[in-house]
């Protein structure tokens, strides 16, 4: 092995040893590079003579291709192992499962409002919303509450630490009931003028869901908890017409005729007379059971006052009743904490 095969061979090793493409430019200075092995003994042919550089010279520039040949075969080969590394390192298995977003749906309450609204909806009924701050008037005076009705006790109502400048006291609104008024307030001046027009005695008719509170945590009773909020008044609208409407909208919420309603005489102070409204299913799990679902009256005189109407003109009925609590019978819910705990293992059944 001559000089020349000899630096091949040795820059081959070289380039070999190389793992990097920085080393490998290194490499290739040292050889091929101004100050290189190759270039130093292409600069040794100056004083030699014509046959020598022609001959030394041939064979110098073919040792100098075959480094440069071994230097384009290393180069690929580090640039493969390069792209070889990445696509490992980017390897798509695609047998995993995806990562999923996790489909989101809605909680029970509120597909039971949303049934209830479209329920009353198709019966004519507006859907009204208030807010959950209420005044002392609104919850309690207007709705012809006695000034010591239990009722507005510590006890039972969540007092907001507000007072206004018209030294009005706040609370959370323990019933939907404010938005009987409020809703009629806002209508009352448009009712008073078809009135005076001569026009027949405007209908009020409107549902009214919404989140409630109180003092009271069990089984069956949470801190805050929903209700709806109904009114039907017109010239004359009967409790006739609360038991025909109430059992078309449970007959429809539950999907069975097999249904019937009973009122049970009972006692607010914004209705007279008043009564609890039980269901009682003719088949099924809860069969003859009979179970309260509502309370319901005709609207007090006072309060149709409040209203801002004439209780002479104006008569009708109006109900609670509470959403939760019909989630319960239809979804067969035995426990009320489940629907406020948001645990996904209960939620998910709704989907
Ligand atoms: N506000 C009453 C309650 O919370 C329910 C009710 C509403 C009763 C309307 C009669 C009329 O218990």
Redesign the pocket.
């Known amino acids: 092995m001559n000089d020349l095969d000899q630096l091949v061979a040795q820059a081959t090793a070289d380039f070999a040893a190389a793992h990097t493409p920085a080393a490998l430019e290194d490499a290739k200075a040292r050889l091929l590079g101004k100050a290189g092995r190759v270039t130093e003994l292409l600069k040794g042919l100056a004083g030699a003579t014509p046959d020598e550089k022609k001959t030394r010279g041939a064979a110098i520039n073919q040792a100098k291709q075959r480094i440069e040949a071994a230097l384009t075969a290393r180069r690929q080969a580090l640039a493969d192992a390069e792209l070889e590394a990445q696509l490992k390192a980017e390897a798509l298995d695609v047998t995993l499962p995806g990562r999923q977003r996790g489909n989101g749906g809605l909680h029970p309450v509120s597909l039971t409002i949303e049934r209830i609204e479209s329920i009353f909806a198709s019966m004519g009924f507006d859907v009204a919303e208030g807010p959950e701050i209420e005044t002392d008037w609104m919850s309690f005076t207007a ?1 012809n509450n006695p000034e010591n009705h239990p009722a507005r006790s510590m006890q039972d109502t969540f007092y907001v630490d507000l007072q206004d400048e018209g030294g009005r006291w706040y609370n959370l609104r ?4 404010p938005m ?1 008024l409020r809703y009629a307030r806002a209508h009352s001046a448009k009712y008073a003028a078809q009135i005076a027009r001569g026009e027949p005695i405007p209908e009020i008719r409107v549902i009214a869901p919404g989140r ?1 509170y109180r003092i009271d945590s069990d089984a069956t009773h949470t801190p805050m908890f929903h ?1 709806c ?3 039907w008044m017109g010239e004359n609208v009967s409790f006739k017409d609360l038991k025909v409407v109430f059992t078309d909208f449970c007959r429809r919420f539950f999907e069975t005729d097999a249904l019937t309603l009973r009122f049970r005489p ?1 006692f ?1 102070p ?2 007279e007379p ?1 009564a609890e409204i039980d269901i009682a299913f003719a088949e099924g799990p809860l069969k003859g059971k009979w179970l309260e679902v ?4 005709q ?1 007090h005189p006072n309060v149709v006052r409040n209203y801002g109407l004439d209780p002479e003109r104006h008569i009708g ?5 509470g959403p939760d609590r019909l989630a319960m019978l239809r979804y067969g819910v035995n426990d009320l904490r489940l629907f406020f705990e948001n645990d996904l293992r209960f939620l998910q059944q709704f989907r």
């Open positions: 709705l323990p019933h939907t009931s009987q409630t209700q909020e109904g009114v009972s607010f914004f209705t008043s509502a309370g319901s009256g609207v009925f109006a109900f609670g009743m």
